[in-house]
C-alpha cells in the first residue's frame, strides 16, 4: 500500500514540476494578493482632505483650525472664503470634511460661554465619516479645554469647579496603534491558503477526469483510499509551504509580529488544511468539467470568504447569517491565525477552536471520500 | 463585415448559450448572490460589541453607567468580571472585545469633587472595530457624565459652567445616517460586472481552443472583428441584465437611495461592461485554456475591483504608490460614478471626468481586443 502512495506521489509531483502555468498560479498570484491586500486594506483614517472657512479671522478660530491640521488626522485641500464655497468643496469631493467657523465664535470663548463650530461631512463612505467626526469631537473638545483653562489663568478669574467630568482611559491590547495591517495580514494569510488549495485540489482531479486519465489511473492496481491520499497529502504538503511563503512575505513586507508560539500555528494549519482538502476533493466529486469545478468554487469560497469574519465583524452580521458562519473553516483559522500572530495565545485559548476544525474537517474529508469512492465505480 | 455572417454566428453563439442553462443560470444566480451576501454581511456598523465589565465598586452609580452600556444597542454585555485576569481570557478568548473597568471609590469620587476616571480596556486585533467601539465608549461614558451634571445642578439649584466651549454643530450629507449599506451596495454593481463580464467571456473563446472547436470558426469566412462582436453581444446583453438586477434589489430590498438618473448610470455600465468583457477576451484569446484564462481574469478584474476601487477601502488613505495604481483601474472610475449617481444624484457634467476616463479605457481596449485575434492556428 504505502509503496503505491509513493508512486502516485511521485507522479504528482512530476507534473506540478512539468506544468510551469500551475507553479506559476500556485506562487505569483497569492504573493500579488499579499501585497496588494496589505498596502489597499486599511479602515485607518489619515490626512482627511479638509476644507477649511474662518470667517471669524481671530487668533481663536485660526487656533482651532491649527489644532485640527496638527493632529495629523486632517488635511486642508481647500480654503473657502465663502459659506457657498465650502459647501461647494464638499458636495463635489473635493474635500471629504468641511470646517466653518462661523463669525463671532471668539467673542463667545472669550466670555466663556459656548460657541458653535460647524462640520460638514460627506457621508458617502460611512467608514471613514464615522471614524473622522469622532476625532472631531476629541479634537474640538480638547481644545475647548484648554481654552478655558487658559482663559482662567489669563484673567486670573477662578474657574469655576466643574461638576462632574468623567474622564476614559483607554488602552488597545495587542495592536496599541490600531495598525489596520496587522489585523489584515494574517487574514490574508489563511484567505490565500483556502483559495489556492480548494483550487488546486478540485482543478487537478477534474482534469484528470476531463482528459480521460483518470480512468487510466483505475485500471492500475491502486485502491480508492490510496488514491484519494496520494492525491490529497502532495497538496497538503504543498498548503503548508505556501502558508510558509504567504507569512514570510507578510511579515516581512509589513512588520506584524508574531506574539505566539509557530507550533500551534502548524497544528491550527494541518487542521484547516484538512477541511480544505475535503471541501476540494469534494467539488471535484460534484463538477464533471473544470467550468463547473470553476463555478462551484466561486459560489463556494466567495460566501466563506464573506462570513468568515476576514474583514468585518461577525458580530455585525444578522443572526441567520451568524449560524452559518459555524460551519465555515476559515472563520475557525482567522481565529487562530490571529491569536497566535498578535495576542499570542496557546491552546488552552485556542483549543474550541481546533476541535471545531478537526470535527469540520474529519466530516468534509469522509463525505469527499465516500462520494468519490461511488464516483470512480 | 457582412451582417449575414454575423447572424450566423450570433444564432450559434445564442443556441451555445440557451442549450447550457447551467451556465445562464450562474450569469444571473451571480448578481443575486453577491447582493444578498454582501449587502447583509459587510456591515462596518458596529453593533452589539460584546462588552465585559468589571465593577470594582458595585455601588448604584457604578450599576447606572454598565445599565448604559447594557441598554445602547452598540453593545451588548456579555459578562461580569472579578479580576483582571479573567478580562485578560475573556479578552483572549474573544468573549468580549471590550472591558469596562470601574474603580473602587469611583461614586466617592464623583460626589466629592465630581471626577472620575473609568478604564476602557479594548480589544485592539480589530483595529477599526476597536477604534469605533472606543468612540461608543466615549459617547455612552460622556452621556452618563453630562446627566449627573444636569441632576446636580437641579438640586444645587446653582448656575452651569459650560464644559464644552467649543460646540460641534456636525452635519453629514449624502448619507445622513451613515449606513454602511448605503456605502457598500452600490459598489456591489461594479464587482458582479466585472465577475460576469470578464469571468464569463475568459472561459468562451478558451474553451473553443480547448475543444478544438476554434479551427471550425476560423474555417468559416468570418472575419476576427465579427467573431469578436457576436461573441461578446450575448455576454454584454447578460451583463446589463445582471446590472438591472443588481439595481432592483439594492432600490427596493436594501433601500439603498437612488437619486440620480437611470440614463447615467445604464450609460455608464455599458462603458464598463465593455472594458470588462474586452479584458475577458483579450485573455482568454492570449491564455488558451480555461482554468488559467479565468484566473488571470479574476486577477485583473475582479480583484482590483475589490481592492483598489474604494469600493470598501479609501482610496486617499493607500500609499502614494498604490493610489498611482488606482488611476489604471477601470472599475476606480466606475465606483466613483456608481456611488455618486445613487447618492449625490450627480448628472453626466458633474462626472464628466470620470466618464471621461472610463471612455477612453473602453476604446483602447477595444482596440487591444481587435488587434490580439487574428485567424491563425500556430
Known amino acids: 500500500m504505502f509503496n503505491r502512495i509513493v508512486q502516485l506521489l511521485i507522479k504528482e509531483f512530476l507534473e506540478l514540476k512539468r506544468d510551469r502555468s500551475a507553479r506559476f498560479r500556485l506562487l505569483v498570484p497569492p504573493m500579488i494578493r499579499m501585497v496588494l491586500f496589505g498596502y489597499a486594506a486599511t479602515f485607518e483614517v489619515f490626512n482627511v482632505s479638509t476644507a477649511v472657512l474662518d470667517q471669524d479671522h481671530t487668533q481663536e478660530s485660526r ?98 469647579k466643574p461638576l462632574v467630568n468623567v474622564t476614559v482611559v483607554e488602552r488597545y491590547w495587542y495592536n496599541p496603534n490600531l495598525n489596520s495591517r496587522w489585523f489584515f495580514v494574517p487574514g490574508v494569510i489563511a484567505t490565500l491558503t483556502l483559495i489556492t488549495i480548494v483550487n488546486l485540489t478540485a482543478f487537478a482531479i477534474v482534469r484528470e477526469r476531463e482528459v480521460g486519465t483518470l480512468e487510466q489511473l483505475l485500471v492500475t492496481p491502486i485502491r480508492p483510499v490510496e488514491f484519494i491520499i496520494g492525491k490529497t497529502l502532495p497538496f497538503f504538503l504543498i498548503g503548508l509551504l505556501e502558508v510558509a511563503i504567504v507569512a514570510g512575505v507578510g511579515m516581512s513586507c509589513f512588520d506584524v509580529p508574531f506574539a505566539g508560539n509557530p507550533l500551534v500555528l502548524f497544528a491550527g494549519t494541518c487542521l484547516f488544511l484538512l477541511s480544505v482538502l475535503g471541501l476540494g476533493l469534494l467539488i471535484s466529486t460534484l463538477c464533471s468539467t473544470q467550468q463547473q469545478a470553476f463555478a462551484s468554487n466561486f459560489f463556494v469560497l466567495n460566501p466563506m470568504f464573506i462570513l468568515a469574519g476576514f474583514a468585518f465583524p461577525i458580530s455585525s452580521m444578522p443572526d441567520a447569517l451568524q449560524w452559518f458562519t459555524y460551519i465555515d473553516p476559515l472563520r475557525y483559522f482567522l481565529v487562530i491565525i490571529r491569536g497566535c500572530y498578535l495576542k499570542g495565545v496557546g491552546m488552552d485559548v485556542l483549543w474550541p477552536q481546533m476541535l471545531a476544525l478537526a470535527a469540520l474537517g474529519t466530516g468534509l474529508l469522509t463525505i469527499a471520500a465516500l462520494r468519490f469512492r461511488k464516483s470512480l465505480d | ?245 443588481c439595481l432592483a434589489l439594492a432600490v427596493l430590498w436594501f433601500e439603498v437611495p437612488f437619486r440620480g438618473a437611470l440614463a447615467t448610470l445604464f450609460f455608464t455600465a455599458s462603458l464598463f461592461l465593455i472594458v470588462v468583457l474586452c479584458i475577458g477576451y483579450y485573455v482568454s484569446v492570449a491564455i488558451r485554456s480555461q482554468v488559467g484564462a479565468s484566473q488571470i481574469a479574476l486577477m485583473l478584474t475582479m480583484l482590483p475591483t475589490t481592492l483598489l476601487s474604494g469600493f470598501t477601502f479609501p482610496i486617499d488613505q493607500m500609499p502614494v504608490v498604490i493610489r498611482g495604481v488606482t488611476y489604471l483601474v477601470s472599475a476606480r472610475y466606475y465606483v466613483t460614478i456608481l456611488k455618486a449617481v445613487f447618492l449625490k444624484g450627480a448628472d453626466v457634467a458633474e462626472l464628466a471626468v470620470p466618464i471621461a476616463c472610463l471612455f477612453l479605457y473602453a476604446v483602447v481596449l477595444v482596440l487591444l481586443a481587435a488587434r490580439a485575434f487574428r485567424k491563425t492556428l500556430d
Open chain 1, 63 to 160: 487656533a482651532l483650525v491649527a489644532a485640527f491640521v496638527n493632529s495629523s488626522r486632517f488635511k486642508v485641500t481647500t480654503v473657502a472664503k465663502t459659506h457657498h464655497e465650502a459647501q461647494d468643496a464638499v458636495g463635489m469631493s473635493d474635500a471629504q470634511v468641511g470646517i466653518i467657523v462661523p463669525p463671532g465664535f471668539a467673542e463667545l470663548l472669550r466670555k466663556g460661554q459656548t460657541a458653535p463650530a460647524q462640520i460638514l461631512v460627506d457621508g458617502t463612505n460611512s467608514n471613514t465619516a464615522l471614524i473622522a467626526l469622532g476625532y472631531v469631537g476629541q479634537i474640538a473638545g480638547a481644545f475647548g479645554q484648554g481654552y478655558a483653562l487658559d482663559l482662567a489663568q489669563r484673567t486670573g478669574r477662578v474657574l469655576a
Open chain 2, 1 to 245: 463585415m457582412k451582417l449575414r455572417r454575423i447572424k450566423a454566428i450570433a444564432v450559434k453563439e445564442s443556441l451555445q448559450i440557451v442549450r447550457d442553462p447551467r451556465s445562464l443560470m450562474i450569469a444571473l444566480l451571480i448578481p443575486v448572490m453577491q447582493m444578498f451576501m454582501l449587502g447583509y454581511s459587510i456591515s462596518l456598523d458596529v453593533k452589539h460589541i460584546p462588552v465585559c465589565a468589571y465593577d470594582r465598586e458595585a455601588s448604584q452609580r457604578s450599576q447606572d453607567l454598565l445599565a448604559r452600556f447594557a441598554a445602547s444597542h452598540y453593545f451588548s454585555l456579555k459578562q461580569l468580571s472579578h479580576s483582571y485576569a479573567e478580562i485578560k481570557r475573556d479578552i483572549d478568548d474573544g468573549t468580549c472585545k471590550l472591558a469596562i473597568v470601574i474603580p473602587a471609590g469611583f461614586s466617592q469620587g464623583l460626589s466629592d469633587a465630581g471626577t472620575g476616571s473609568v478604564q476602557a480596556l479594548i480589544d485592539g486585533t480589530d483595529s477599526n472595530t476597536a477604534n469605533i467601539a472606543a468612540n461608543y465608549a466615549r459617547a455612552v461614558i460622556a452621556g452618563f457624565a453630562s446627566d449627573l451634571q444636569v441632576e446636580t445642578i437641579q438640586r444645587e439649584s446653582g448656575t452651569v459652567q459650560t464644559l464644552t466651549p467649543v460646540d460641534v454643530q456636525a452635519r453629514v450629507w449624502f448619507n445622513e445616517d451613515l449606513e454602511s449599506r448605503n456605502f457598500i451596495v452600490p459598489g456591489i454593481v461594479a464587482l458582479v460586472m466585472a465577475i460576469v463580464g470578464a469571468q464569463l467571456t475568459s472561459l468562451t473563446i478558451a474553451r473553443e481552443w480547448e475543444r478544438g472547436t476554434m479551427e471550425l470558426l476560423v474555417s468559416t469566412p468570418v472575419k476576427p472583428l465579427e467573431l469578436m462582436l457576436v461573441k461578446l453581444l450575448p455576454y454584454f446583453v447578460i451583463g446589463l441584465i445582471d446590472a438591472a438586477i
